[in-house]
């Protein structure tokens, strides 16, 4: 479960969302509209020059005079995003059945000042940290914040919003193999975005997008201009963008609206464990004030009630009505009534608004040598719109402690005549004072956002040469990365916030750090009365600050090595020095201040959150790698069934200077019996270095919720329900026992590792690609990839605690000792870190087809093109230790079926397509049995896309795009249960797009 710096949260989901990335090629089916003055543009169609020129494909450094690889590989080329009208390279993979729900996008909650509205994908459902994102085969600087507080797992991974879609020339995706060519964090695959390189002329770009429902707009303003100069030796591309999306709330659409949520049943004999109920609410809480003559909540005693009987809170006016209980549900929820309602302080999706730029161009100084630069700025920014406020209640402390209730004296000047004698009638005799419980939603309830700011700059030099009778070429280059993210969030302050209900008494001493404003003026706890002022006085401004850097030198040499039988050997040789750092400050307020009674102990907090820790750290590798590839056969040699026959090897042995040496390698072949057929296949030693704030983060403390595994509600969970209910037993855990970590968040620590090791990778692919010289355009791949994960670095959350200690065979585990619990069974600290303990294992079918049919009779220059997907997940579980197994395979994001199938028409004035995208059914929980929760299953579902486009006159081009064009629902009743990322086109509904683009 994801871990927070507030000291307390209400869980607002029943489980953690989850995504699954899929591997195969495939997505919309492309309008093929010319660019304009694009140099070398054929429509997607690949030229009798452009297969016998050489060239460099992702998963190597070696030339060669085709496409093919051994590794499964996507490509994805600008039309393709151009027609879909995406405007960000994340989309446009998201889109693809081998990205599923990424890591971290604007949907959803998001990490405020932390990191909002970044995208980070996740490949093959291994975490965002394992897969590799290059830059015209070259590494590209992170924004992850190294927090334990980030928006996703610690690692290098890189934002996608960060790089303008104008510029993109292609993305290129292999699954595995990539670890030899590039380094470490390659386990799942690699990802590379290439720019255009050869551009004439101007092109501009303007898009709209807009919802059915009149809300969601999206706006994108660019510009891609380029150059040929110096008689055609030199050529400069360059782009801008703008881009804005505004954001939603959970009110913005009906399905999250309804506030649906799995809540433990009150009935002793229903048949599940957790049932679905509609409106949410928590009649604990409230929004305007609960008063109390008892340090107590609402349906628990000590209320004030009317002359009825009825409990009393007060409502935005501050009068004192009676609380509606709605259905009650086991612990503190209901269904109904007037209750607090978590509806009102969640995201759905984030605003963001971007500004991006990219520049590169190459000139040759001779015949044989080329020098090239590049150049990226990027700054994004993502805001969360709503986000939980900081509580008083009794639920998370003692009456007058800064998460406890309110004590009210009952002379408060705001309260109303009526209200104060209601109160004084029912408090004890001679108690001059009242307890109030209050979510503070008119202080903080969101709007945290955070800026990323990207520059980076590469260049070098490369060249041909012949030594006797080898071609060679060679290539030196350079790179520098900077990301900052500036975070800004409104924090309550504890000492101005006790002052201002105090009402502001005289000689009263504000805090030591700055607020917006520093006149106090009285807080008014009842109702919705207070003016901006007030919040002024009580907030700060938080600015954490996160820094990476990265310096990347490269050099290669490569060529024909000798010739054989065959022909010539393949070769490419290089060494690479990287250097990375990364910096979080937390800013004043997130770092607390030092308690002056005992300076060498932990610091004191500010507000709400708790103080949190620098983390600063760096290293560097020295990277030495060669490559080689053999043809054993070619055609020419006419060898009965043995058309081709090529085998390949590359290795590299990385030097991390904190985590020692370590060799990566891979292995592979190709063989054609016949033209029409190719088998391929190839095995990977792959790794992933330790990031920064899995090494340096200092032991800080967190608040963390989870699913206790002695909860009634998820006792018949765990790969062995069993044995968990025999050991909680063994634990003292009381039958049908209700767990506060379930709902509420819990202390706990989290400590960095230095002595954690590189994360190690077995993998293997096999596959055929069909090509029938019968069927001149049709492509069909098909293969398997089994990849598995020892010594993965793995943050063991609370849960994963909870689970490897109530799961193990062998009870009590050395887990158990991180877990304190209360004489009643209640969970009080969680001890949790990184440590090698994890494992994960994938393995699936990947599938691609793809057909380009020239079609004369539709229209001259007419095609009809078809390209689809798909995946079956056979295997995708990760284990932590010898008892906590958690399968993924069925689960929402994780369907075991998945793929999208596409159509398109076009000609040289005309084009249209549509776009099916296949989710399979999924199950809430795959280690749950049916019975644990009510509606358990999700229905499959298809989204379909389309769109149009038209040529106006010579220089413009016109498209209508559509989203979920059949307004398909996502499945009920996500995403209750998890699945807001994955059905969010189903959430959204109807979305449309208008663009156009026009040139000279």
Known sequence: ?????????????????????????????????????????????????????????????????????????????????????????????????????????????????????????????????????????????????????????????????????????????IAVGGAPIYGADAIAGTVNV?????????????????????????????????????????????????????????????????????????DPDSPFDNVLIEDRRIPALSEFGAPSFADSVPGFGGEITDASGNVLVFNANGDLVPLDFGMPYRGINSSGGNGFSLVDVSNLRSPVER????????????????????????????????????????????????????????????????????????????????????ANTDLISGRGSSTVEVYRFAGGLRGDFTLGERDLNWEVSGLYGRSKTDGRSRELVQQNFENALAGCPAGAASAPVDTVSATCVPFNPFGNENSQAVADYITTIANPVALNEQYDFIATVGGDLFNIWSGPVAFSLGYEHRDESSDFDPGEFFFGQVNPEDPDGPRDQFGRSIPIDAVSGSYNTDEVFGEVLVPLVTAAMEVPFANLIEVKGAARYVDNSLTGGDLTWTAGGRWQPVRDITFRGNFTRSIRSPAITELFNPTSAIFTTADDPCDARFINAGPNPTQRAANCAAAGIPANFTSNIVDFTTRGSLSGNTNLENEKADSWTVGFVFTPTF?????????????????????????????????ATSFPSDACGRIDRDAAGQVEFVRTGYLNVASYDYKGLVSEVRW??????????????????????DQLETRVGSGDLETLRGGIGYSKHQGTLGLSYDNDAFGIFGQGRYIGEAVVDPDAAPETYEFFERDDVIFVDAGISFKAGDDMVLRLIGENIFDTSAPFPSPAGGGLVTYFDGIMGRYFKVAATFGF
């Open 194 to 266: 290439i720019l255009k390189d050869r551009f004439e002329g101007v092109r501009f770009d303007a898009q709209m997008g807009i919802a059915e429902e009149g809300d969601a707009r999206e706006y994108r303003l660019g510009a891609l201009t380029g150059t040929s100069f110096g008689d055609g030796r030199g050529n400069i591309v360059a782009a801008f963008e703008y881009n804005r999306t505004d954001g939603l709330t959970y009110r913005d659409r009906d399905r999250t609206a309804r506030g649906l949520f799995y809540a433990g049943p009150t």
């Open 775 to 807: 069927a001149r355009g049709l492509t069909l791949s098909a293969d398997w990839v089994d990849i598995s994960l020892e010594g993965a670095i793995q943050s063991v959350d609370a849960e994963q605690t909870l689970e490897a200690c109530y799961d």
């Open 1 to 173: 479960m994801k871990t927070s710096f507030r000291n307390k949260r209400l869980l607002a989901a029943s489980s953690a969302l989850r995504a699954v990335a899929l591997i195969g090629a495939g997505s919309a089916a492309a309008l093929s509209v010319p660019a304009f003055a694009q140099a070398g543009d054929t429509d997607g169609v690949v030229t009798e020059e452009q297969v016998s020129a050489p060239i460099v494909v992702t998963g190597s450094r070696i030339r060669r005079a085709n496409r093919d690889t051994i590794e499964p590989a996507i490509v994805v080329d600008s039309q393709q995003i151009e027609e879909r009208g995406q405007t960000s390279v994340g989309e446009a993979l998201e889109d693809l059945p081998a990205f599923g729900p990424p890591a971290n996008n604007p949907v959803g909650g998001q990490g405020g000042s932390f990191g909002s509205g970044q995208t980070f994908i996740n490949f093959f459902g291994l975490g965002s940290q394992r897969t590799l994102t290059l830059l015209n085969s070259r590494r590209y600087v992170s924004s992850n914040t190294a927090s334990i507080f980030g928006p996703v797992a610690a690692g290098s991974q890189v934002d996608l919003n960060t790089i303008p879609t104008l510029m993109v020339d292609r993305l290129e995706t």
């Open 852 to 873: 380009v049919q020239p079609t004369p009779f539709l229209g001259a220059d007419s095609r009809v093109t078809v390209r689809g997907s798909y995946q079956y997940i």
């Open 355 to 438: 500004y991006l730029g990219a520049i590169q161009g190459t000139y040759d100084l001779t015949d044989n040598v080329t020098a090239f630069f590049e150049g990226q700025y990027a700054n994004s920014k993502g805001t969360e719109l709503r986000a939980q406020p900081v509580y008083n209640t009794a639920l998370f402390d003692a009456g007058g402690a800064p998460d406890g209730n309110l004590i009210i004296p009952i002379d408060n000047p705001f309260l109303s005549d009526e209200a104060r004698a209601t109160i004084a009638a029912q408090l004890p005799e001679g108690q001059d004072f009242f307890y109030l419980g209050r």
